[in-house]
């Protein structure tokens, strides 16, 4: 899959036009709900549209991508907006290295529905989010998709694209409450694609006797 998305980096913004307004309202929530001057994770970052946004409110942002393609996209639009308070690496969400805790935000945006396994990166996610801070999880709800942004997607899977869950936002809040990892709110972002903005908060340890 990697491959796929190496080939459409620079044609994928473009793709991702019919669907802007949801994609665009999807990455200003996400931004808003980062705390100032956190130290931000972006997973399956593509060309970097929640990590520019992020950036506007953190100290520091880890941009990452399997596909290098798409991070260079991303770079090129972090120097023409001129934001130097972004990183970027090639990472694996389902493996990543950095230690328990790390973060103070962790997003992975629009990928959860590609994944044969979505329950293994949430997890990987959650173990690297700092107690007090937010794993936040805006989604495609293709399974809320009406007919008309169907046929594009027919268009997108003869191209090479394919999703493994149809989520709706019914079915997204449910599989995330089944990992058992603290409350999850669903806002629901409506576009031709809508998006399910899910928000994990992971507590922080309870405090000592006194």
């Not at 869950?165 to 972002?189: D, K, Q, S």
Request: hydrophobic content about 45%.
């Amino acid at each position: 899959m990697t491959a796929f998305w190496d080939r459409w980096a620079r044609l994928y913004d473009l793709t991702q036009w019919t669907n802007r307004r949801a994609n665009a309202a999807a990455a200003a929530r996400t931004a808003e709900r980062i705390p100032a001057g956190a130290r931000v994770l972006d997973c399956a970052a593509g060309t970097g549209l929640f990590s520019l946004a992020a950036a506007e409110r953190a100290g520091f942002v880890l941009c990452t991508d399997l596909s290098e393609a798409m991070l260079e996209q991303a770079k090129r639009k972090a120097r023409r907006r001129g934001l130097a308070n972004l990183d970027f690496a090639r990472r694996d969400l389902t493996a990543l290295p950095d230690p328990e805790n790390s973060f103070d935000a962790v997003i992975a945006a629009n990928v959860l529905h590609l994944l044969p396994a979505p329950d293994k990166a949430v997890r990987e996610l959650w173990r690297v989010t700092a107690p007090g801070g937010r794993l936040l999880l805006p989604t495609y709800l293709q399974g809320k998709t009406g007919a008309a942004y169907g046929v594009v997607i027919k268009i997108y899977q003869g191209a090479g694209f394919h999703y493994e869950h149809a989520f709706t936002p019914e079915t997204y809040r449910a599989f995330l409450e089944c990992l058992g990892l603290g409350h999850v709110t669903v806002e629901v972002i409506p576009g031709r694609l809508p998006v399910g903005l899910a928000v994990l908060q992971k507590p922080k340890p309870a405090d000592g006797p006194f």
